[in-house]
Structure formats: structure tokens, C-alpha cells
């Protein structure tokens, strides 16, 4: 079998159309046709076609990491999530994702760190939940743990003041009894993974007892 026609994609300058034998055979990656090192009139095999297709749904699917990191860092376990949910091979995703690793573009422990920094900066919440966050989004629990402890201890983080941030957002309703009130702005800095003690100062400032 011999290639008798390569044309690029009107839609894409980075694929091409690859004809054997006067019909279309297979699109693929520019990328991967340079690597091989074919052009038009070179002889062709099946198997090379086959592997070329098969390295090919690889490209594709780094390709579409590199769009879903385009948009915001993400860790390991939800690129595999994005990547399986648009119906790629466990093998391609895993083999893709552990390249991103080896390469340091997704980082969990990174990732982990600027979620923390950026809820402590921006939505003031609890040690335990931004744990619970980072663990939803498939961050392992040491690495969860350690970010947070890192953003308590270097940054100067102190939870209290956090608790009073996110308490500032809240409001009694009219008329409201007050142990009421309490136990409802309790409820609200909890939900939020406030430790009892910065709850409790924070109860005695916003709504103090007689």
C-alpha cells in the first residue's frame, strides 16, 4: 500500500487527512505523521496504520487535557474523571496523566496549596472543611492534611478570624429568639468546618448571653 495524498483539515492545522491508495484512510496528528517520518509515496503497512491510529486517540487525548488545564489547574483524579468522561481508554488516560506528572503539569500538593490559599483568601472556611474539599476533588488525605497545616503555620492563618469573616456574611432574622439565632450561626460557621472553639468566641462576640 502506498500514502498518495496527505491534505491538511480545514478545521484544524495541526491534523491531516492521509489517502492510501487513491481513498482515505485515517486522520491524524501532524505531529505523529513528521515522527514517523512519512510522506506521500512512501509504501505503508497495516500494522503501521493501526499503530499510527492508536498513538493517535493518545494525542487526542492529551490534547484535551492540555484544553481542560487551559482553564484551571486540576488534580490527577479529575483530569481522569474528564478525560474517561469523554470516552477515552483507561489505558490512554492513565498513560497521559502520568506523563502531565512526570512533568509537573498537574501537581496535586500544588494544587492542594493555591485551593487552600485561595479559599482562606476568598471564602473563608474551617481547617476540617477545605480538607473535606480537597479530598472531594481526589486529593489523598496526607497531602489534604499537610496543605492545610502548611496554610495555618506559615501563612499566619488563624481560624478564628477566618470564622468571624465567614460569620460576617451571616444574619438573624427579625424577630428571631436569640438562642435560636445561636444555634443557627452555629450551625452556619460548622457547616463550614469551624472547630468549636473559634465558633465559640465568635457566638460570644455576634451574640452574647445576657
Known amino acids: 500500500m502506498k500514502i498518495t495524498a496527505i491534505e491538511p483539515q480545514q478545521r484544524s492545522a495541526e491534523r491531516v487527512n492521509v489517502h492510501v491508495d487513491g481513498a482515505f484512510r485515517l486522520a491524524l496528528a501532524l505531529e505523529l505523521l513528521l515522527g514517523a517520518g512519512l510522506h506521500v509515496g512512501d509504501e505503508v503497512s497495516e500494522a503501521q496504520l493501526a ?5 493517535d486517540v493518545g494525542w487526542k487525548a492529551r490534547e484535551a487535557a492540555y ?9 490527577a483524579a479529575e483530569l481522569r474523571q474528564r478525560l474517561r468522561r469523554k470516552e477515552y481508554p483507561p489505558e490512554v488516560v492513565e498513560e497521559v496523566v502520568a506523563a502531565l506528572l512526570a512533568n509537573g503539569l498537574v501537581d ?8 487552600v490559599r485561595d479559599r482562606v ?8 472543611r477545605l480538607v473535606q474539599e480537597l479530598r472531594a476533588k481526589g486529593v489523598d488525605a496526607e497531602t489534604a492534611d499537610a496543605a492545610v497545616a502548611q496554610a495555618w503555620a506559615g501563612g499566619g492563618v488563624d481560624e478564628t478570624q477566618l470564622a468571624r469573616e465567614a460569620a460576617a456574611k451571616w444574619a438573624a432574622r427579625r424577630g428571631e429568639d436569640a438562642e435560636a439565632a445561636r444555634r443557627r450561626l452555629y450551625a452556619f460557621l ?7 472553639d473559634a465558633i465559640r468566641v465568635v457566638l460570644e462576640e455576634r451574640l452574647p448571653r445576657g
Open 190 to 196: 460548622a457547616r463550614r468546618g469551624f472547630g468549636s
Open 51 to 55: 499503530e499510527l491510529a492508536q498513538r
Open 121 to 128: 483568601r476568598l471564602k473563608p472556611k474551617g481547617r476540617r
Open 67 to 75: 484544553h481542560l488545564l487551559a482553564f484551571r489547574p486540576r488534580t
Open 108 to 115: 496535586d500538593a500544588a494544587f492542594a496549596g493555591m485551593f
